[in-house]
């Protein structure tokens, strides 16, 4: 686990400010992480496989406000720290894996589009992956006394063996021969490329002298390429995060459903058989979308005998090993470790030490749980926002005492499981701020 | 819960004591709220026009906090629970700020410090309720409330207008002056009208006691004194309430033509507000009117040509004049081309106008309106290129949109209407106004947008080192440097003496003939390159894409695979047809290191052949899947083999250094290539044979290599007995079967095995990295690295240049991503490269990032410090 040493201000605000918009925090999870020992070692253990160069897969259950997103956006986190570049998205009707309409494409923009490294935690880092394979490759020329060029062809080698990895090694050259020749339309070309952007082979070939593109049909191949690319470039391996899987299961086509899982059983086989080198994957979803035996994961014979639960494993005893990670629901418990948490976030760095005491924990549970009975601990989102809003409420107003306050939490049982969309990063777009009456 | 009613009663008898004082300010918006008229509940959503300048701390969110003036133009109680709009001095920009991020406000105008800002606005905006902060609200709210309404009017009047606005225009009507009409005031004649004159004129709502563009006769207007400084003039204007000496200065400007550029701006904003109030409400209650809207829509355009260079100004009148147009204009102002102009939180007006007008009637959206839509977004982000070459940045994306839409983008209307919501400069309207159009808003609509981004982004990605060019050296927008930098089809179209003169010297130099070889240095000599005995590999580079844009190649092109070179070398000069070529295939690659081969071998019997070379051509060009335009620049590079072959005893020497495998390597790629037309005649074999005598194998081993490449599985599967001679047809050479499921090779019919000559290709890559090495000249060979001297000291594990680059950023908080990518330039680094590995060796060492954000780039000097200890 990362160790919760110092707690910046930049993340600091950046934790309140997502769990004040009702979403999963993108960067210091680890300060805000109750429990689950287990399941974060357990995804240690495969990160650290895939930075040895080994293969992992992890689909993630749970149910609705179990936490997925907050586990996916944790894990990423680590795998960041542990030098992997990340890539994540949510599947949606126009995101999936198998497409023939340019969906399957169109994830793999969305990935490449949210690649990240250690020092653009946020996305957009693909440019900064390409220019450290150059930068490295330079620096190694340097060292020999011989040409980069020859050391970028020679790293690349590697790739062009691999299934389209002619292409991807000639478009990595291209953005280094645009740098030197000063081209920027052919840097900006090859990085589009990489992105998945073109979308006709005659474009790609008049822009980058290139016979293929990224298409739906070899999304998955370039997945690996991309693994084998950031490896090259220094980076520990590449760790693919996709939350929604529960799109997959709405597809209301069964032919469409049964492609798309095809899919799926490609990259667990890959990825068990360890043919997939330095790549993970995990995938987050609900259980009718793995145990639904018409439509779900369990509708796939193949997929089913190789999922299924350790027989042995039941109730109490958990089985870390396979590839199902079931997070159990936030208990009271939990819920409690976590608010404090929270408010010693909040207290961090000489704000306001301490705004509400233990006592006062208790009491705002209790009152939570008058107002929408036990769904407040097992659908957290709504119960997170108001104490976070509370807490801002005690710190602008040093006279008011969180007793006077607690009861005014106004919180509405939430509704929509499931498909409730991810908000964008909207600043500030969270009107339900001032909603405390007296 | 007694004690508690009574604070609250307590707090309302201060809040009422509150609202007495407001009454003595010199506040429009609050002043003389006494006005009669019936009492009624107060709205409490929705933006208020509140009029202030405060200073404030504010942290925005991203966590920066910063010291800003802000003029306050609306405040919302609701809105992110309290948060005003207000231009922002910092910024230059309207923001919306939110109350709960403000450290600390000072009112600029009395000095006072606002300890809650949240009741200060509520009070100037007139609204009364939400004073404090925090849930004490709604009820202390309830109270005032009822004992507001019942002696004290909040809003009295609010309604009148706006309640009988035809009855209001009529009004208004009888104290217009239309344009032509002479009159006189104060002993002013002013002639072109197009004033409200006369008295009692109530404004089109909220709390001002009277139109502040009437302009009321019997006021004193102090002649002698008039105050054109604007001295005395209060933020926010009228007639009735301004000092003599102002009225006197502004009737002056009015008598004087409307026209002097240095009038103060307040006076012609007085002006204005009567132009503003005629145009969005009197003329929308006056059908019978209507036909004056032209000349009042003109006479907007012409203050806007006077006075546009005051932002504030600029940006009201604009939008007036976009709105008008739009209501009264014929075409709905989609003939007159929108601005790219950045306005506030939104798309301008204009653009949704427009754009929504052109999708309602199922017409394509043309380029300049898609780009007025992209660059008006306020999600749209545009990088420096687009706004440094705005003229290049509009005419690239123009032509892109073309290539891609043709006339233009159709879409399907969506359902959501269009709604207006204007907000006037004149204090008569009392807040903004809403205009509902029965058109598609296209602030609904993100799919076509992103496509629009994704275009603007390329547009200015592409413009980034031409607008870098720019920055370093302004003035030199023409040299042709700069024009080297632009994109081809930029380029194509910029003449300036500069690019005639290279023209010209090009044909006088070809002649009438397709190619010619010359020395570097008359290049050297006519691109102004930094030394003059050698043509640097950028440089090379920069002058070949300008020569494209012109229709002339040169060979070696860096491009292409070419290097450096010094002034006594040759070069090729030819004509292209095309000037599409940006890339190369690997074909193109393979087909040059072959002729580089074969160039070296023939030039070791003594000089290449006529022969030869037309036959080096003609396999080439026959075989292999080459298009026009890399036919022609193939011939170029060959005929510059020709004339500076490679020099044998270098290249031998060099052929010593590579390991065995390597020039194993190098002569199965010659077969390979010499195989791919599916024969292989005596004359390449010949060719060959020297080939594997110049890399130091076994003359012998090549025949055997030849046989190989026949029968090897791996090139091609022997399924079917192997034809070695054909009959007839072909009298020389051998036949190589044809891939399994087609007819084997013959004679004439001539058929290329399509995947071998991709795994040859595959090969390649392999192949020119280690000929890379043997085939530069080391008088052309780039200096390892520019900036950084080799012995320079290095820090945090970084090397030298990282390390210098480290030590530039020490002793700085942050950075612009322009500068940052001009340091890493000038140390010869990759900035992205450089981001990544400068916060990788600061996690290594502190555990923390070092450099953070896109633009700009934060410092952590706390990690930086234990980076350079």
């Known amino acids: 686990m990362t160790t919760t040493a110092a707690l910046r201000p930049r993340v600091r605000n950046a934790i309140l400010q997502s769990l004040r918009a009702g979403v999963t925090p993108r960067v210091g999870q680890a300060h805000i992480q109750v429990g689950r020992a287990n399941e974060v070692r357990a995804l240690l253990t495969d990160i650290e496989r895939i930075a040895d160069g080994g293969s992992a897969i992890r689909f993630v259950i749970g149910e609705y406000g179990s936490g997925k997103t907050f586990f996916l956006n944790l894990v990423r986190a680590i795998a960041l720290e542990k030098k992997l570049v990340t890539a994540h998205a949510d599947l949606n009707p126009d995101r999936r894996l198998h497409a023939s309409g340019g969906q399957a494409r169109s994830l793999y923009q969305e990935l490449m589009r949210n690649a990240s490294t250690r020092s653009k935690p946020d996305g957009g880092a693909l440019q900064s992956i390409i220019e450290r394979f150059v930068t490295r490759a330079r620096s190694e020329a340097t060292d020999r006394g011989v040409a980069a060029d020859a050391v970028i062809h020679e790293r690349l080698a590697a790739l062009a063996e691999m299934l389209g990895g002619y292409d991807f090694a000639e478009v990595v050259a291209g953005y280094w021969r645009g740098h030197e020749s000063g081209d920027d339309a052919l840097k900006a070309n090859a990085v589009r490329w990489l992105r998945g952007e073109f979308s006709t082979k005659t474009d790609a070939r008049n822009a980058l002298g290139v016979r293929t593109i990224v298409d739906d049909s070899n999304v998955y191949d370039h997945l690996k390429l991309m693994a084998r690319f950031v490896q090259l470039a220094g980076y520990s391996g590449f760790f693919v995060c996709l939350d929604e899987l529960v799109n997959l299961y709405k597809l209301p086509s069964a032919r469409a459903r049964g492609a798309n899982y095809e899919q799926l059983l490609r990259i667990l086989n890959d990825t068990l058989q360890g043919s997939a080198v330095g790549l993970g994957f995990v995938f987050g979803g609900t259980p009718e979308f793995l145990l639904d035996t018409r439509k779900g994961l369990y509708s796939y014979e193949a997929l089913q005998s190789r999922l299924a639960q350790n027989r042995f494993a039941t109730g109490e005893i958990v089985d870390l090993k396979g590839p199902v990670i079931n997070l159990p629901n936030l208990s009271p418990e939990d819920l409690f470790v976590l608010l404090g948490k929270i408010r010693d976030v909040y207290a961090a760095e000489g704000h306001a030490t301490r705004l509400v005491s233990d006592d006062g924990l208790r009491a705002f549970m209790q009152h939570c749980s008058q107002r929408v009975g036990d769904a407040y601990f097992r659908t957290p989102r709504n119960t997170i926002k108001e104490f976070v809003n509370l807490l801002a409420v005690l710190e602008q107003n040093s006279e008011v005492d969180w007793e006077q306050l607690i009861g005014t939490a106004d919180l509405a049982e939430e509704s929509n499981p499931d498909l409730a969309p991810l908000e964008e990063d909207v600043e500030g777009d969270d009107d339900e701020l001032a909603s405390f009456q007296l | ?869």
């Open chain 2, 1 to 869: 819960m007694s004690e508690f009613a009574i604070v609250i009663i307590i707090a309302g008898a201060v809040l009422l004591w509150l609202l007495s004082q407001t009454r003595e300010r010199p506040q429009p918006r609050t002043a003389k709220r006494e006005r009669s008229g019936t009492g009624h509940v107060v709205d409490r959503t929705g933006p208020r026009n509140v009029r202030a300048i405060l200073s404030l701390t504010y942290t925005d969110a991203e966590g920066q906090t910063t010291l800003r003036t802000v003029r306050v133009e609306s405040f919302d109680a609701t809105r992110y629970g309290g948060s005003f709009v207000g231009h922002c001095e910092l910024r230059g920009d309207s923001r919306t700020f939110r109350i709960d991020r403000v450290q600390s406000a000072v009112d600029t105008s009395t000095g006072e410090e606002i300890h809650d800002l949240r009741a200060y606005l509520s009070r100037l905006s007139g609204l009364t309720q939400r004073i404090g902060s925090g849930p004490i609200d709604d009820d202390l709210n309830d109270l005032l409330r009822t004992t507001v309404s019942l002696d004290r009017h909040p809003r009295p009047d609010r309604h009148r207008a706006q309640e009988r606005p035809e009855e209001s225009a009529k009004l208004a009507d009888r104290c217009w002056t239309p344009a032509g009409r002479i009159i006189t005031v104060g002993g002013y004649r002013i002639e072109q009208g197009m004033l409200y004159i006369g008295k009692d004129l109530p404004p089109v709502g909220g709390w001002h006691p009277a139109e502040p563009a009437l302009i009321d006769p019997s006021l004193p207007v102090a002649r002698h004194s008039p105050a054109r400084e604007g001295g005395g003039m209060p933020y926010w204007p009228s007639y009735g309430s301004i000092p003599a000496e102002c009225r006197a200065a502004y009737l002056e400007w009015l008598s004087t033509g409307r026209s002097d550029p240095h009038a103060y701006i307040g006076y012609v904003f007085l002006y204005f507000y009567g132009l503003e109030r005629r145009l969005l409400f009197d003329l929308r209650h006056l059908p019978d009117r209507q036909g004056e809207a032209s000349a009042l829509i003109d006479e907007v355009d012409r203050l806007l040509s006077i006075y546009g260079e005051n932002r504030s100004f600029r940006q009201y009148g604009s939008a007036l004049l976009h709105l008008a147009r739009a209501l009264w204009s014929e075409a709905g102002g989609l003939n007159h081309p929108p601005s790219t102009e950045r306005r506030g939180g939104e798309i301008p007006i204009e653009v949704r106008l427009a754009v929504g007008r052109l999708i309602a009637a199922g017409k394509p959206i043309p380029a300049e309106w898609a780009l007025a839509w992209v660059a008006g977004h306020p999600e749209t982000r545009l990088r420096t290129p687009s706004q440094r070459c705005a003229k290049e940045f509009r005419e690239l994306f123009l032509h892109r949109f073309n290539v891609m839409f043709g006339e233009g983008m159709v879409l399907k209307p969506n359902k959501r209407r269009l709604r207006i919501s204007h907000k006037p400069a004149s204090a008569s309207f009392g807040g903004p106004v809403d205009i509902h159009f029965d058109l598609p808003d296209i602030t609904g609509i993100s799919a076509p947008l992103r496509l629009l981004r994704e275009l603007a982004e390329t547009a200015s990605s592409e413009l980034e080192s031409y607008s870098r060019f720019i920055g370093r050296n302004p003035g030199e927008a023409d040299s042709l440097q700069a024009l080297a930098l632009l994109p081809p089809e930029l380029a194509a179209s910029r003449e300036s003496p500069e690019t005639l003169r290279l023209r010209e010297w090009f044909e006088q130099t070809l002649s009438g003939r397709d190619w010619v070889v010359t020395t570097v240095s008359h290049l050297i000599a006519l691109w102004q390159c930094e030394r003059d005995d050698r043509i640097r590999k950028d440089e090379l580079g920069s002058l070949a894409r300008m020569l494209d844009s012109i229709g002339y190649g040169i060979e070696p092109d860096p491009r292409f695979g070419g290097s450096a070179l010094s002034a006594d070398q040759k070069i090729v000069l030819f004509r292209v047809e095309s000037r599409s070529l940006s890339a190369v295939s690997p074909t193109y690659h393979a087909a040059t290191l072959l002729l580089h081969l074969a160039a070296a071998v023939a030039a070791s019997d003594g000089e290449i052949s006529e022969e030869e070379e037309r036959h080096l051509e003609g396999h080439l060009e026959r075989s292999m899947d080459l298009t026009q335009t890399e036919v022609i620049r193939l011939r170029a590079h060959l005929q510059w083999l020709v004339a500076s072959p490679p020099k044998l005893t270098r290249l031998k020497r060099r052929v010593e250094e590579i390991d065995e495998r390597s020039r194993h390597q190098i002569a199965h790629f010659a077969v390979a290539i010499a195989g791919a037309d599916g024969v292989i005649d005596p004359e390449e074999v010949k060719i060959l044979t020297k080939i594997y005598q110049l890399l130091g194998l076994d003359p012998d081993q090549a025949y055997g290599d030849i046989h190989s490449l026949r029968t090897d599985s791996r090139w091609h599967p022997a399924d079917q007995p192997v034809t070695v001679r054909p009959p007839e047809s072909h009298p020389i050479g051998y036949a190589i079967p044809g891939h399994h499921d087609r007819t084997p090779a013959s004679g004439s019919g001539f058929q290329l095995d399509m995947e071998r000559i991709e795994r040859t290709l595959a090969e390649t890559a392999v192949v020119s990295s280690v000929l890379a090495e043997v085939f530069v000249d080391d008088a052309a060979l780039e200096p390892v690295s520019s900036g950084a001297p080799q012995d320079a000291t290095t820090t945090a594990d970084l090397d030298a240049p990282h390390s210098q680059l480290l030590l530039a950023l020490k002793a700085r908080a942050e950075i612009s991503r322009e500068d940052f990518e001009k340091l890493a330039e000038e140390l010869n680094l990759l900035p992205d490269g450089a981001f990544e590995a400068l916060n990788e060796a600061a996690f290594e060492r502190a555990g923390l990032p070092l450099l953070e954000g896109e633009d700009p780039i934060e410092i952590d000097l706390e990690t930086l410090g234990v980076l350079t200890e």
